[in-house]
């Protein structure tokens, strides 16, 4: 059974930087497409970030790409993928979520329907 666990969330002031991790366990991380995902309260889940099983391919939503700076990484030695996020906003306060794709997919999906584990999520919250 694979596990999911994100870490790295918290109360940030607006502008600030967080780098969230997410760890993986029980599986070969390397063969997974791994995605960051994020829900605020009240609303539906949405896709932040994707990465190729290289690493050599990332995906944004258009949403993060025009409201502040993301990056997502991964390094499959330690089974861990990234999400840098800088110039953070109120609204970008949610419960991150990080995600596998065990499929052995070349494809980056922004559907999370596509990911079959799933971690517990880190709060991340933005202060005005």
């Known amino acids: 059974q694979v596990q999911v666990e994100e870490s790295g969330g918290g109360l940030v002031q607006a502008g600030g930087s967080l780098r969230l991790s997410c760890a993986t366990s029980g599986g070969t991380f390397s063969s997974y497409v791994m995605g960051w995902f994020r829900q605020a309260p009240g609303k539906e889940r949405e896709f932040v970030a994707a990465?190729?099983?290289?690493?050599?391919?990332?995906?944004?939503a258009d949403s993060v790409k025009g409201r502040f700076t993301a990056s997502i990484s991964r390094d499959n030695a330690k089974n861990t993928v990234y999400l840098q996020m800088n110039s953070l906003r109120p609204e970008d306060t949610a419960v991150y979520y990080c995600?596998?794709?065990?499929?052995?997919?070349?494809?980056?999906?922004?559907?999370?329907?596509?990911?079959?584990?799933w971690g517990q999520g880190t709060q991340v919250t933005v202060s005005s």
């Open positions: 995600a596998a794709n065990s499929a052995r997919t070349w494809t980056i999906s922004r559907w999370a329907s596509e990911y079959d584990y």
């Open positions: 990465i190729s099983r290289s690493g050599g391919s990332t995906d944004y």
